[in-house]
C-alpha cells in the first residue's frame, strides 16, 4: 500500500480491543523508529516509555481524564524530555560520534563546544520547550510508522503531566512527560474507524511559489 | 524495503544535486502527505510552502545563515503557523466535518463551542505555541514520508522568522514561517551521506515499565 493509503487509513482511535496486543517484532520497530527519529544537533534529550503494566496504566487513568484508551491499548507509549540538558549529555553525543565514526576529536572538539554554550545559554524552560519541539517531531513519525505498520494509534495532548510525572516517578529518572501514544489495535466497533477523514481541501492548507 | 530501513537512509541531507528535480508524482505525494498529518482538534492552523522559484530562493539564503541546502535543494519546504486562530477557523473546521459526514449540527454544536472557547481563552503568543506544536508534527511526518519515498531532506530551525516573514509577505497571509524543509536528491559527493549514523543505544532513549 502506498504511504499515502497508510495516512489515510490512520485515524485517532478511539476505542482499541483490549484483547489485541502487539507482537513484540512491531514494538520493535516501534522502538527503532522512535531512537531514529531526527532530533536538532542529534541530541536526542527525548526518551520513551513503553508502558504494558495494567496496574499503572490504571493508576494513570484519571490523570488522563479517563480516556479509556489509556488502559484498553496494547501498550501505552510516553514521549518524555530530558528536565535539563547538560554537558555532559553533549559529551555523550560527541563521544559516541568519535566512536562510531572515527572522526578525531580536533575535529569534533569546535563543535562540542559550540553545541555546550548553545546549551548553557538556554534557561531551564528554553531547554525543556526545545526538546519538546523534539518530542512533537517524534510524535509525527511515530503515527506514520504506526500507519505503515497497520498499528492503531491515538495522539494525546490532554493529560495532566504534573500527575504522570509523579505516578511514574519520573523526576528519578530526570525526565518529564509531554505525550501520550496509544498504541495496538482498534475495537471492531469503533464507529470513529468508518467516519470519513475530514481536511481541508489542498488549496486552503499549501502555498506555492 | 522495511520502514525501518528507510529511516536508516535518511540523514539530514548537507548538499543536493540542483540538477535533480523532484517529478510532480512525488510533489503530490508530500501536498497530501503535509495535508494529511493529525493536528491536535483536527483544526490544521499550519499551512505548507512550496518553493520553486530561484530569484525568491537566492533572496531568502542570507536570512537562513547561507546554507546552501536553501538554493541547491529541488523544491523549499516552509512550514507556517496561522498567526491567530479566530472563530471563523473552527466553523471552518465543522461545517466542513457536517458537509463530509453529513453530522446533523445538533451533535456538532457543542463541540463546536467547546473549542472556539478552549482557542479564545488562549493568548495569542499561546496559540502561536499551540500551532508551532502542529508543526512539528508535520515536520516529523514529512520527513518520514520522504524516506519512505527515497527523497532526501534536510529539517531547519534555524533560520531569521522574521526576515522570511518579510521577504515572502507572510503577513498577507496571516502566516508566520516556523520551520524549513529543503527536499529533492542528495549530491554525490555529500560526504555525510556515507557517515555511519549516530544514535543513543535502545536502552538509553527507552524505558519498559
Redesign the interface.
Known amino acids: 500500500m502506498?504511504?499515502?493509503e497508510s495516512?489515510?487509513w490512520?485515524y485517532?482511535t478511539k476505542k482499541f480491543d483490549p484483547k489485541k496486543i502487539l507482537a513484540q517484532e512491531k514494538l520493535d520497530?516501534l522502538?527503532?523508529?522512535?531512537?531514529?527519529?531526527?532530533t536538532?544537533f542529534?541530541l536526542?534529550t527525548?526518551?520513551?516509555?513503553?508502558?504494558?503494566?495494567d496496574t499503572?496504566r490504571n493508576e494513570l487513568l484519571g490523570a488522563a481524564y479517563n480516556q479509556s484508551q489509556i488502559v484498553d491499548a496494547s501498550h501505552l507509549l510516553v514521549l518524555c524530555v530530558k528536565n535539563t540538558i547538560k554537558e555532559d549529555d553533549v559529551d555523550?553525543?560527541f563521544d559516541?560520534?568519535s566512536h562510531?565514526?572515527q572522526t578525531p576529536e580536533t575535529i569534533l572538539e569546535p563543535f562540542r563546544n559550540n553545541l555546550k554554550s548553545i546549551m548553557q545559554n538556554k534557561s531551564l524552560e528554553e531547554q525543556q520547550e526545545w526538546s519538546?519541539?523534539?518530542a512533537?517531531?517524534?510524535?509525527?513519525?511515530?503515527?506514520?510508522?504506526c500507519a505503515?505498520?497497520r498499528i492503531d494509534s491515538c495522539?494525546m495532548?490532554g493529560f495532566d503531566r504534573a500527575q504522570f510525572d509523579a505516578i511514574?516517578k519520573l523526576n528519578e529518572?530526570h525526565l518529564k512527560s509531554i505525550l501520550l501514544l496509544p498504541v495496538g489495535y482498534r475495537a471492531e466497533d469503533d464507529m470513529f474507524s468508518s467516519?470519513?477523514?475530514?481536511?481541508?481541501e489542498?488549496k486552503h492548507?499549501?502555498?506555492?511559489?
Chains 1, 2 share one sequence.
Open positions: 502506498s504511504i499515502i495516512l489515510q490512520r485517532a520497530i522502538k527503532q523508529a522512535f531512537n531514529l527519529t531526527a536538532s542529534g536526542q527525548i526518551s520513551m516509555l513503553i508502558i504494558k503494566n499503572l555523550d553525543l559516541n560520534v562510531l565514526r519538546i519541539n523534539q512533537y517531531i517524534a510524535l509525527g513519525n511515530l503515527m506514520t510508522v505503515v505498520e495522539p495532548e511514574l529518572r467516519f470519513k477523514k475530514v481536511r481541508k489542498l492548507s499549501i502555498v506555492e511559489m
